[in-house]
Nanobody
Framework: QVRLVESGGGLVQPGGSLRLSCAAS????????VGWYRQAPEKERELVAR???????NYADSVKGRFTISRNNAKNTGYLQMDRLKPEDTGVYYC??????????WGQGTQVTVSS
């Protein structure tokens, strides 16, 4: 069973940066996609960014130009670099891995708070 653990969340001022990591207990090389989602209070979970095995990426419009998703298969880790953070980026950020057979794995989430 693959286990995903997120880290790197915290409190940051508007305009600041954070880098989230998603470490997999197994190999993420087998993941077709690695995605980052977030859930703000009283809102539904939404896709923030996703990267496919071939390296193609897609982003939510609200984070384009500010966030960068990447993956390091050799280290079994996915990343989300978040720059120029805004208060509306506040939420719990979750990592999800999906393999080629449709199985999905979620991490436990890490809190990101953007506030002055």
């Amino acid at each position: 069973q693959v286990r995903l653990v997120e880290s790197g969340g915290g409190l940051v001022q508007p305009g600041g940066s954070l880098r989230l990591s998603c470490a997999a207990s197994g190999s993420i090389f087998s993941f077709e996609t690695v995605g980052w989602y977030r859930q703000a209070p009283e809102k539904e979970r939404e896709l923030v960014a996703r990267i496919r095995s071939g390296g193609s990426t897609n982003y939510a419009d609200s984070v384009k130009g500010r966030f960068t998703i990447s993956r390091n298969n050799a280290k079994n880790t996915g990343y989300l670099q978040m720059d120029r953070l805004k208060p509306e980026d506040t939420g719990v950020y979750y990592c999800k891995g999906a393999n080629f057979f449709g199985a999905e794995y979620w991490g436990q989430g890490t809190q990101v708070t953007v506030s002055s």
